[in-house]
């Protein structure tokens, strides 16, 4: 391979430990000054925008990857479409504003017009993006991205502690959206002109039209519990529900899920390949999921309830039990979307489509059963509906590729299952010293493990040579 991912995971290492202190810095610091109906309100306004943005789903992003050569035609195409789409969905959310007014806060109802507008900044500067994931400059965007997110926090936590809450969160969002789209048009050399081409467009359109119906199907699968919890329990509840989930999904944001958005560039580029070029890539970035995942949501778990009790106020104190019940869903979420990305590299998209119908049924159905017995049961309700997906997807790839899965999933899980059982049948009757040895011992039995497994990843597979 031309593309080494320990090699470009070596030079993103310093920009991530970067943006993981910002992550934990906003995640305590915010919660000092918005209050978790506040929170709340800004996850609703999220859910509608996501649900209101129905022309969104057509999106190109895959199609645009899984072709080796792209025209200046298709390039303009793509941009213009995207650009026309998301127009259309800010307009289709001002037509439905007034009608939202009578059935929410008119904060939210705002805040959703806002997030949408984020959404047309984006869709301004996705050809750009996708240029440069395509060339693989991930350390550029990872740097890129760090910088950004210090510089929108430093501006939300300024208006927070003037009083703004709800304002705070989406002035976050439009500043980042908006520095993104600065710093990319000026790096990338590709200029945008306004041209939709029937042909062009017909190129995407194989691809669109799964990748459309996985789309809205996507946003009962991902969006479900926020709308559930806001309708039957109310905002103070889906503020509680969405913290548990920004630090449920911590390590899956900072690494894994990083690395499962470059993989779809690395699959891609070897889906004209064979086989064995393939399945090795496939093995060393799910291998750098599973472990990066378990191991940190291993140690969380260990403090998190000592963490909260420290830095946050008690209208918090609520978020560690839902945590630990949000954590079969944060470490599915990675693997899920990585397993996507390769099957859609290979132009395998219908059993996304059909899995993902029985996931959207499953998790309306599990959902609507636990709602009334509180978030834990939301929170498992949600995780289960995406861990049995993605164990259904994974065994179909793994039919084509025959991908270890003995050597990727068995020792990182029987590690993560006795760490966890030590710690819950101990929970009552131990110190703090007494975690931080647990924590140690898995740590470095995690670390042996991992250092091994890699040394499988230092040479390429001898037919890729």
């Not at 131990?430 to 924590?439: E, K, P, Q």
Request: charge should be positive; include cysteine; hydrophobic fraction near 55%.
């Amino acid at each position: 391979m031309n593309f080494s991912l320990q090699a470009s995971a070596s030079r993103i290492f310093l920009w991530q430990r970067a943006n993981h202190a910002i992550y934990l810095a906003r995640n305590i610091l915010l919660a000092l000054y918005i209050t978790p109906a506040e929170f709340g309100d800004f996850a609703i306004a999220l859910n509608l925008a996501t649900y209101i943005a129905i022309f969104g789903t057509l999106e190109f992003r895959t199609a645009f990857f899984t072709t080796k050569e792209l025209t200046p035609e298709q390039l303009r195409a793509q941009w213009s479409a995207e650009v026309t789409l998301s127009a259309l969905t800010l307009i289709l959310g001002l037509l439905l504003s007034p009608w939202l007014a009578t059935t929410r806060a008119g904060g939210i109802v705002t805040a959703m017009l806002c997030l949408l507008v984020v959404n047309l900044i984006e869709a301004s500067f996705s050809t750009h993006l996708y240029l440069l994931e395509k060339d693989l400059r991930f350390p550029f965007i990872t740097a890129l991205y760090t910088v950004v997110n210090l510089v929108s926090f430093i501006v939300c936590l300024a208006l927070a502690i003037m009083g703004w809450g709800l304002g705070a969160l989406v002035a976050d969002r439009l500043i980042a959206a908006s520095a993104k789209w600065f710093v990319l048009g000026r790096k990338s050399d590709w200029r945008p002109q306004f041209q939709i081409e029937l042909r062009s467009l017909l190129h995407y359109w194989s691809s669109i039209r799964v990748l459309f119906l996985n789309g809205l199907l996507g946003k009962v699968l991902f969006g479900f519990d926020i709308y559930a919890i806001g309708k039957w329990i109310g905002s103070e509840a889906n503020g509680i529900y969405a913290m548990a989930m920004k630090w449920a999904m911590l390590p899956m944001e900072l690494g894994a899920g990083f690395l499962a958005i470059m993989a779809l560039s690395l699959y891609s580029r070897q889906s004209h390949d064979n086989m064995e070029t393939f399945r090795a890539s496939y093995t060393e970035v799910t291998f750098y999921i599973v472990r990066f995942c378990l191991a940190i949501a291993v140690l969380m778990t260990i403090f998190m309830s000592d963490f909260f009790r420290v830095f946050y106020r008690n209208d918090w104190q609520a978020v560690p039990a839902i945590f630990c019940a949000l954590l079969p869903y944060a470490m599915f979420r990675p693997l899920y979307q990585n397993v996507c990305q390769a099957l859609q590299a290979r132009k395998i998209l219908w059993p996304i489509f059909w899995v993902m119908v029985v996931q959207s049924i499953l998790v309306v159905a599990l959902i609507l059963l636990s709602i009334s017995s509180g978030l834990v049961c939301v929170a498992l309700a949600a995780g289960a509906a995406l861990g049995l997906g993605y164990i259904a997807l994974e065994l179909h790839l793994h039919r084509s590729a025959r991908h270890p899965l003995v050597f990727l999933f068995a020792a990182p899980l029987v590690l993560a299952a006795l760490a966890a059982a030590t710690h819950l049948l101990m929970a009552h009757n131990s110190g703090f010293g007494v975690r931080v040895g647990l924590a140690a011992a898995y740590g470095a039995i995690a670390a042996w493990e991992w250092w091994s497994g890699r040394r499988r990843f230092s040479k390429p597979p001898a037919s890729a040579s």
